[in-house]
């Protein structure tokens, strides 16, 4: 039968904290892996450098990433009239100094800039890197997405959402707040419908919640309510790992005011048992399956522009 690792009845605990000199892979495996259940860990990059703005500069210079624009007015919409969320905002491909000068020029900020879930495999970012650690010293073995850079500034919001795998967060530079609710949550937060997809492909998704956590809306949302009894706040800083078992529902924010810098990667679950059973799982996987003629219809536009690599590179960053 299909459930979430969780009892919708059962009461949440507040998110462990853990030292990595205390948490071998086995006992990571048996008390949080095995059962689904987020931990923060602490010690697993010790020898890590600073994520600085200009250590970033440094690495990246004029290697191009898709950019994201949310724009200021986003976030005081109604979510239902949300047409793009996540990876399906419009984007604006730029080298990584020029996206450091409008971080540095106030730009960022002022139009909510973001630049999220950007693969930094083959950059000097993760070649020099201690990153390799947290999966290895975790016993994470089985790596479905490349590391990911997000970068910021404070403010900026990533909506309340869930993946339909296991996610290790790492926080690099600056300080992010997240807000997670429990797998058995899914109703409770009224996810965007599956027929989404057939309208927005995955510009829009339906593994985002419609209720705005700063504003709900208890008329259009009732059950919001009993979703908050199972709410967890976790406080990252530079040199903590979160690792969010599929299906948890984060919304990240930044907090402070300076850069915000991140990187994140997703594993297979394990045990597969526990992706098996999950309804939410099953249902994201849907969702992608009926974004489908959208995703040719724009692949198929993509190979006819002229700009061919950089449309390519957009929609592989959507996926
Ligand atoms: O840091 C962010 O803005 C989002 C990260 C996220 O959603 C994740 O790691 O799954």
């Known amino acids: 039968m299909l459930s979430n690792s969780l009892k919708s009845n059962e009461p949440v605990p507040a998110i462990d904290r853990e030292q990595s000199a205390h948490l ?149 530079h600056g300080t992010k707040r997240l807000i997670l609710f429990p797998p058995s949550q899914l109703a409770n937060l009224y996810p965007f419908p599956l027929s989404t997809h057939l309208k927005h492909g995955l510009k829009l998704r339906s593994t985002y919640s419609q209720v705005d956590l700063d504003r709900p809306d208890f008329n259009a949302f009732p059950k919001f309510e009993e979703a908050l009894q199972s709410r967890s706040e976790v406080i990252l800083n530079p040199g903590d790992v979160l690792y969010i078992p599929a299906c948890w529902w984060h919304e990240v924010t930044a907090v402070g005011d300076e850069m915000v810098c991140s990187v994140n990667r997703f594993w297979r679950i394990q045990p597969a048992a526990r992706g098996l059973r999950s309804w939410s799982k099953w249902r994201a996987h849907l969702g992608s399956v009926m974004a489908t003629p959208h995703i040719v219809k724009d692949l198929v536009a993509a190979l006819l522009t002229d700009n061919r690599e950089q449309k390519l590179k957009q929609l592989r960053q959507r996926l």
């Open 24 to 172: 071998s892979a086995a006992i990571f495996s048996e008390q949080y892996q095995r059962p689904g259940i987020p931990v923060v860990i602490r010690g697993l990059l010790e020898a890590e450098p600073d994520w600085s703005l200009d250590y970033l500069c440094q690495a990246l210079r004029t290697l191009e990433f898709p950019v994201r624009h949310y724009g200021r007015s986003r976030s005081s919409q109604n979510k239902q009239h949300w047409t793009t969320i996540g990876s399906g905002v419009e984007s604006q491909t730029m080298p990584f100094l020029e996206y450091a000068r409008l971080l540095e020029n106030g730009e960022a900020q002022a139009e909510d800039l973001y630049l999220g879930k950007c693969s930094i495999e083959q950059t000097a970012l993760v070649q020099r890197s201690t990153l390799p650690q947290v999966g290895l010293r975790l016993g994470l073995t089985q790596a479905v997405s490349s590391h990911n850079l997000w970068v910021g500034v404070a403010g900026h919001t990533t909506h309340l959402h869930y993946d339909p795998f296991d996610g290790t967060l790492v926080q690099l």
